[in-house]
């Protein structure tokens, strides 16, 4: 599975959005870009995956540039809830291939 | 929906003893997947079970570690005997037989262990 790189941590307003980065830039055709994130004390908790459309459900938003090598989770209102590690994920296999790594610590503020 | 339930939520014991973690995923999921972060690291993968079958367990650290899945139902992971270096939280995930690429996880809140 190909490798992300996500920022280490990002602040963000409470009421604004957050904007998530994450780089796959060996990304392969058949590898789908998921997104969870792990609120504090709490198991990870599935947002959203795209292949190469944009898409959107009742949580966020994902945004995968043209060529793949990279994707935005957007989180269009921040609440102080959503405080919580994102992680990026590429994947082409059932869950058992689902690899974290260090993922985007996100603080929503005040 | 009950979701995915894992016991104890946390267990703290010796070196040398054995510990047993259950995990009841959501009723209808034949996947069932463990994952554990130790002390400092990244959230790693352990196994999963396709009902009572283990499909992969590439990520078990070594023979100490035995997972169970009787019936298809819930799991157990025996630790035994603990070391110190098996400190960390273990998660448990269920999802239902999809694949890829809809197949989503449902973890529980994960059983924080502490070998002393």
């Known amino acids: 599975d190909a490798k992300t790189t996500q920022p280490p941590s990002m602040d963000c307003a409470e009421g604004r959005a957050a904007n998530l980065p994450c780089n796959h830039s060996?990304?392969?055709?058949?590898?789908?870009v998921y997104w969870y994130r792990q609120i504090h004390s709490q198991g990870p908790q599935y947002i959203i995956h795209g292949l190469k459309n944009n898409e959107t459900n009742e949580m966020a938003s994902l945004i995968i540039t043209e060529d793949r090598k990279s994707s935005t989770l957007i989180l269009p209102h921040a609440t102080l809830r959503d405080t919580a590690v994102y992680y990026c994920?590429?994947?082409?296999?059932?869950?058992?291939?689902?690899?974290f790594g260090g993922g985007t610590r996100l603080m929503v503020k005040p | 929906e009950a979701g995915v339930t894992q016991f104890p939520s946390h267990s703290v014991i010796e070196k040398g003893q054995t510990v047993t973690l259950r995990c009841d995923p959501i009723s209808g999921h034949d996947n069932l997947y463990w994952y554990r972060r130790v002390m400092g690291k990244e959230i790693k993968f352990l196994l999963h079970f396709v009902k009572e079958s283990k499909q992969d367990e590439s990520g078990m650290p070594n023979n100490r570690f035995l997972a169970e899945r009787t019936g298809g139902t819930y799991s157990t992971l025996k630790v035994q005997p603990a070391e110190l270096e098996d400190s960390g939280v273990y998660f448990c995930a269920s999802s239902k037989l999809t694949g890829p690429p809809d197949e989503k996880l449902f973890f529980g809140s994960g059983t924080q262990l502490s070998v002393l």
């Open positions: 994920i590429v994947n082409n296999n059932a869950g058992n291939m689902l690899t």
């Open positions: 060996t990304i392969s055709g058949n590898e789908y």
